[in-house]
């Protein structure tokens, strides 16, 4: 009877056991690798809204660790000793899925870190910022994830709508940005009829346009105006940006591409709304523009060629060609090492500093590799001079040399929008680690 009681009990108890603690194992190990890789890359501090743990409240049971949405592509948090922690930092995009998760609310959700803050600019419920008639909507206004812009592009505008003065010879409203928050508010402003134009330095999408080839997208559903009930919750960037793009056709809305908004001054009761190609004046002005910022630029002779790019895209459609990356971060070294992969593609890596020493150790090896099988040539303490149609000049430890060239990449970071609030009069908080 003993016996049957210990096969029946006892022994699954103990396989169950034995798994639990094997599966445990694995995650501390996992969690402790992308923990010392961020820590030695300086990815410690997260974009946006995201998790801090009470390690007093945290029994470690794991629940975060397996609700984030963004497992198991990255790896945000983990389990250290015992207890969850942000291993991933700067992979946390503000799901929050990882607070809903946790039993014993030991999960807050905040806007910077200790070390360094993060600037929220301080918002009425209807979204207007302490210059009156300039709006925030989005990302930029703290609130991260697609759905949020979604919708707080719609409120922005109706909110506008209802309070700002419109009509005569200024516009309704500037829109700057058409990512998902642009997209919705000029969606809005469409279908209420207003004067509005819509500027975006890049292409329709915002973040999305940017994420990698095939992403998997977690979002929720959302209402806009002229399109209805968005009722996606798991899609592809790819099918996401079809659906905008055919909602763009369907609906008619006119999007300024490849303009970027430079400045913003009061002018009499508006605003003089000026960007790289025109000024525009307008009642209000609805800033939608995340907080990624725009991308830095080289400064040099020749950028302002269609062949010259700040974000990779698509590694395939650079087979065959002679192609220029600049930059020693993560991005550049990802993008050089994943084009060196496309079919007769050659790649030169130029970095300004004397090692990738910001760089994750497993894109540096990656690169290491690439370089001795000769698919990549590195060029450290380099600069980039000119670029020409197919070249580029480089200049090298002390010589000019000219380089065969078709495309150009650069990953050299980018400005951040606080700089250009503050500019506009806007009132920032700086948040270290607060909701
Ligand atoms: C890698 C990654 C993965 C993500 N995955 C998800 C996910 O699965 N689910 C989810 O819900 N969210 C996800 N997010 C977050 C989500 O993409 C963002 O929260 C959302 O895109 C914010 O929308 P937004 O319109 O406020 O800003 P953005 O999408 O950043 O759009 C801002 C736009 O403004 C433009 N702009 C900026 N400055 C200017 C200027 N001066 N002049 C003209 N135009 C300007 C930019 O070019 C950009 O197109 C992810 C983010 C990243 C980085
Ligand atoms: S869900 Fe809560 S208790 Fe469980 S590991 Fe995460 S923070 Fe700790």
Known sequence: MDQLLYIIYIVPTLLALAWFVRRRDRLERRSKVVHEESSRAGLN????????IDPARCIGCGSCVKACPEEPLHH???????????????DCIGHGACKTACPVEAITLVFGSERRGADIPVLTPQFETSVPGIFIAGELGG?????????????????????????GELLDLVIVGAGPAGFAASLTALSKRMRFV??????????????PRGKLVMTAPATVPLVGKINLRQTSKEDLLRFWTEAERKTGVKINYRERVDDIVREGRGFLVKT???????????????????????????EELPKV?????????????????????????????SIAEADGASVVLSYRGEAFDRAKARNRERVQSAAQSGR??????????????????IEHVGRVLDVPNDSVIVNAGGVLPSDFLRRVGI????KYGTA
Request: glycine share 12%; proline share 5%; hydrophobic share 40%.
């Open 427 to 430: 009132h920032v908080e700086t």
């Open 143 to 167: 609130m991260g994830l697609i759905r949020n812009a979604l919708e707080q592009g719609r409120q922005a505008v109706e909110s506008v709508h209802a309070r700002r003065p419109r009509g």
């Open 45 to 52: 501090d997260p974009v946006t809204l995201h998790p801090v």
């Open 198 to 211: 819509t500027i975006e330095q890049e292409s329709l999408g915002g973040c999305v346009f940017q994420y």
């Open 376 to 393: 990549i040539k590195v060029m450290l303490q380099s600069s980039v001079r000119q670029i020409s149609t197919d070249s580029v000049a």
């Open 276 to 302: 790289s190609l025109a000024e525009y004046r307008a009642h209000s002005v609805l800033l939608a523009i995340g907080r990624r910022g725009s991308p830095r630029k080289l400064g040099v002779p020749g």
């Open 76 to 90: 945000v948090l983990g389990i250290i000793n015992g207890r969850a922690q942000l291993v991933g930092p700067s």
């Open 309 to 337: 790019v700040y974000r990779l895209i698509d590694p395939e459609q650079y087979a065959g060609q002679h192609v220029l990356v600049v930059g020693g971060g993560d991005s550049a070294l990802e993008a050089a090492t």
